[in-house]
């Protein structure tokens, strides 16, 4: 499981949370990030992946989504930037009991890798160094080094790393052939497999009704030694006693990971190891006796040929089967949320109702890199808890006179949060071996941190309708919040919606090709604060120091004037379904502007501080979304629906401080920022210097000129996005396939700019270039630069300078960003599926069977980028756009057998 990242309509916020809020079945669900900085950023980790994966699909009955900030009346700020609302199944109607029972399998496979080149191996220089051994000359490997700039693979005896191992007596200095291998770094990756089972009962008697839902699903991970474990419960019932309704929904998830694979720029994670820096002539089937007798670590990148601890040492890069079974991260989840609440009709049109929502969940998760290891052995711990209610109250109001109806409601919400993050970890090396206890070590780092919120609310809504015809929608809500100072902590937010259902006119009921038409225009204005602590100047409680304790201040500055976040939104739309519903078209036009953002923005550290919190930002997005669906055929056995959507956002920093116009986002591994009068996620970095005809300026050495200053080298966020989805029934049989893709959008790629520079990738091989070099595509000039990062380029001539392959390939690593900035643009096969259902209706037990296979991930019918598959993600967070070492999404194919009672 690994994090996601939606977004319904752009980036509205520069610093807090862009994610809709999940609600399932009344409850909003925390969808935290527990990944690391250095994760989110591309560094280094685990993607332990965002709170949201511990929904049970098998219990789902219907997704919808709720775009815009009218979302907001209800469920409060948090809902400013969409709503997800999940249904979960429920027991149908009529004195029966349903038994299911549903039973799949499915098979991952990682085959998106990027191309290496086969044709040189390991080292820093072509020729091979020969060493004397017990006697005897051999040829041996550059062995500390971790590129793959060395000797041709042409079969040459030499003696490799696993020829120095004196427990292997068949192969100890018994040199093997120089060549590609048989099994690289493919072989590493498994078939993974994950198998669900799913029981449910559900049924009704008299004025009650119940559902219980079972789900156990175990995973085998596509990296060595990688598993997942996880049971779901899930119970909802209701029952009527006359005028009061009781309904509940109760559920319970229990995950348990082993081995979540490393990511980004670690010298444990795969990618890194075989695709950044390392020998592609390595065996990765030899790779699996990972260690010697004596618990020490099997090497390919050993510092030298003796076998000494000194030479036997790891030199950069560890064993990837050593860092899978040695280095592992195990965590465990236990998660309860759901809803009791009763509802009284006070009459005909008026019900009163009280609910009480919770989500409570406690992470832990302990993590270790292994003694022996190229980094400092380590071991840590992590436990973090949460714990939310929100207790509601809501009176419903239902009236019709003549033409004119009514649906309205009042109610109140107090929202209490309470979060604790717990961590500590062992500093200056592990004192024993495979003894991971934070003891074992000379000195343990902790920190602990708790958080308290509370938010309460009261809102109201009324939808007033005339004739079927005209509608208008009105709401209003008023939070106070505990993070906000007290003369700001209440602010209101309204909204105004009205719509127009034009074919219930006259002159359009008669047209035959009209069968519904509706215009719509609505306006909202959303609140929303901050987290706890940003008030009043606090310190923070550091190790202490020979027996004295330590305290700091925080790096940000506290504010205690901040104002509340405000997002203004309107939107207006039309819907058309024509030729008696058999092509709809809807069409929605946005504008959100978000103000008053409460950023850290920097200061001078003159004041003590790294950051001071501040009303700052503002921030435009504006849109168009246009939705296509039809039935181009249908008939007794046979029909085809399809539907296209089409989604454009326009994305502006419109300002952000007096003092500051850019604030940066990352900076671990590339720099991306928020900047003033762009789109946000903007990269910055040095572009190619250009001719006044647009060639690239080659410096004297050969290679290309780079800008001296940092320019804007596009965004991470799309020009548009689509998707088109088929799905065709023939008799009982159904087949349905989705396309989706994005145009336009930037990612930087850290495994494409250092496996450049260490010879790995296909290219730094191609065409003959590493014995004949390459004269570059562009022009030699003087270049003058001016101190704003302009220049003027004269007396340009050809360029004929020559320049080996290294220095061509290097220069795509020190010289201009712009080699490592890719067009994200895709277009993928997302999903096929072929079922057939057996409806058995001469038989008492089974009722139904229903079969289906599928592939997800099938095929990128288009990516822009040749080498990195731009669909991937860090984080749920706000930091997209950076590819540190991620290993692509994987393709996956399975079957599905339900059994209905």
């Known amino acids: 499981m690994v994090s996601s990242s939606v977004s319904l309509r752009g980036i509205n916020s520069i610093s807090n949370n862009n994610q809709p809020l999940y609600v399932v079945d009344g409850t909003p669900i925390d969808n935290t990030d527990f990944n690391s900085s250095s994760t989110i950023n591309g560094s280094a980790g685990k993607d332990i992946g965002n709170m949201i994966q511990d929904l049970n699909p098998d219990d789902i009955e219907n997704i919808s989504v709720l775009k815009g900030a009218t979302a907001a009346a209800l469920y409060g700020s948090r809902a400013a930037n969409g709503v997800i609302m999940i249904t979960t199944k429920r027991a149908s109607k009529g004195d029966k009991v349903e038994i299911s029972l549903n039973t799949g399998v499915d098979f991952e496979n990682v085959i998106r890798l990027p191309k290496r080149q086969h044709l040189y191996g390991q080292g820093y220089s072509t020729n091979f160094q020969t060493q004397n051994i017990n006697g005897k000359d051999y ?19 030499v003696l490799q790393w696993y020829n120095l191992n004196p427990e292997d007596e068949a192969n100890y200095l018994n040199p093997s052939p120089w060549l590609y291998p048989k099994n690289d770094v493919s072989y590493f990756f498994k078939t993974g497999i994950a198998n669900t089972n799913n029981f449910a009962i559900a049924g009704n008697s008299g004025s009650t009704n119940y559902r219980f839902s079972y789900t156990n699903k175990n995973v085998t991970g596509t990296v060595p030694n990688s598993s997942l474990t996880r049971n779901a419960f899930n119970f909802s019932g209701g029952t009527q006693l006359g005028k009061l309704k009781i309904t509940s929904n109760f559920n319970y998830i229990r995950n348990s990971s082993l081995g979540r694979p490393w990511t980004g720029a670690s010298n444990r994670n795969i990618i890194l190891e075989a695709f950044q820096w390392g020998g592609v002539q390595v065996d990765y089937k030899i790779l699996e006796n990972y260690k010697r007798a004596d618990g020490t670590p099997l090497a390919w990148n050993r510092t030298g040929w003796q076998n000494t601890p000194t030479g036997e040492a790891t030199r950069f890069i560890d064993n990837p089967y050593w860092s899978a079974y040695e280095s592992y991260m195990e965590d465990s989840r236990d998660r309860f949320y759901g809803n009791i609440g009763a509802e009284y009709s006070v009459n005909s049109w008026l019900t009163v109702g009280a609910k009480v929502h919770g989500d409570i969940y406690s992470l832990q998760a302990q993590d270790r890199i292994a003694v022996y290891s190229r980094s400092t052995s380590q071991y840590e711990e992590t436990n973090n808890k949460l714990n939310e209610y929100n207790y509601e109250f809501i009176a419903t109001a239902k009236k019709n006179w003549d033409k004119f109806s009514l649906v309205a409601f009042a109610g109140g919400n107090i929202r209490d949060k309470n979060w604790q993050n717990n961590y500590a970890i062992t500093q200056g090396g592990l004192t024993l071996p495979n003894y991971y206890n934070l003891k074992n070590a000379n000195s343990v780092k902790i ?39 007290s003369s700001n902590w209440s602010y209101i937010y309204p909204s105004l919606a009205g719509s127009f259902v034009f074919s219930n006119l006259e002159p359009f009921k008669s047209l035959s090709w009209l069968s519904f038409g509706k215009l719509r225009l609505g306006w909202s204005d959303v609140g929303n604060d901050t987290d706890p602590y940003q008030l009043a100047k606090a310190y923070e409680a550091e190790q202490s120091y020979e027996g004295s304790p330590s305290y700091t201040l925080t790096p940000i500055k506290p504010n205690d004037e901040l104002l509340p976040e405000r997002t203004s939104s309107w939107e207006t739309g039309a819907n058309f379904q024509l030729f008696k519903n058999r092509l709809g078209f809807d069409i929605t036009y946005y504008n959100n502007t978000t103000r008053n953002q409460i950023l850290p923005v920097p200061v001078s550290s003159s004041f003590g501080y790294e950051y001071k919190m501040l009303n700052a930002g503002k921030m435009n997005n504006k849109g168009i979304e246009i939705v296509l669906n039809g039935t181009p055929i249908k008939s007794e056995n046979f029909s085809w629906d399809a539907s296209v959507n089409w989604a454009k956002n326009k994305n502006k920093v419109v300002k952000l401080d007096d003092q500051v116009n850019t604030l940066n986002l990352s900076n671990s591994l590339v720099q991306l920022v928020a900047r003033e009068g762009e789109s946000y996620g903007q990269f910055l970095g040095n572009d190619f210097v250009y001719a006044p005809d647009g060639q690239r300026i080659i410096q004297e050495d050969g290679t290309y000129m780079k800008t001296s200053q940092l320019v804007p080298l596009g965004s991470i966020l799309p020009d548009f996005t689509f998707g088109i989805q088929n799905s065709f029934r023939y008799k009982n049989f159904n087949l349905g396939f989705l396309v989706s893709g994005r145009v336009g959008g930037k990612f930087f790629s850290q495994t494409y700019k250092v496996g450049m520079y260490s010879g790995i990738l296909d290219k730094t091989a191609d065409n003959n270039i590493r014995e004949t070099g390459i004269v570059l595509d562009g022009v030699k000039g003087d270049v003058a630069f001016n101190s704003d990062g302009t220049y003027n380029v004269t007396n340009i001539q050809q360029n004929t300078t020559n320049i080996t392959a290294q220095q061509w390939a290097r220069n795509e690593y020190n010289g201009p960003t712009t080699f490592s900035i890719f067009d994200a643009t895709f277009v993928k096969l997302r999903e096929v599926t072929l079922g057939y259902n057996f409806k058995l209706a001469n038989t008492k037990v089974i009722k139904n069977i229903g079969v289906n296979i599928y592939g997800r991930n099938l095929w990128n019918i288009y990516t822009k980028s040749k080498y990195i598959d731009p669909e991937f993600t860090s984080s749920g967070g706000n930091v997209q756009g950076i590819e540190g070492g991620n290993i692509p999404l994987p393709i996956t194919y399975g079957f599905n057998l339900n059994l209905k009672f």
Not at 141 to 151: H, T
């Open 447 to 485: 920190d602990n941190f708790k958080y308290h919120k509370r938010v309460a609310s009261v809102f109201g809504s009324a939808s007033f309708g005339y004739n079927d015809l005209l509608y208008l929608d009105a709401t209003i809500r008023n939070d106070w919040s505990s993070t906000l100072p």
């Open 139 to 157: 040829k041996i490997v550059d062995y500390a080094s971790d590129e793959s700039w060395g000797p041709k693979l042409d079969g040459t005896p």
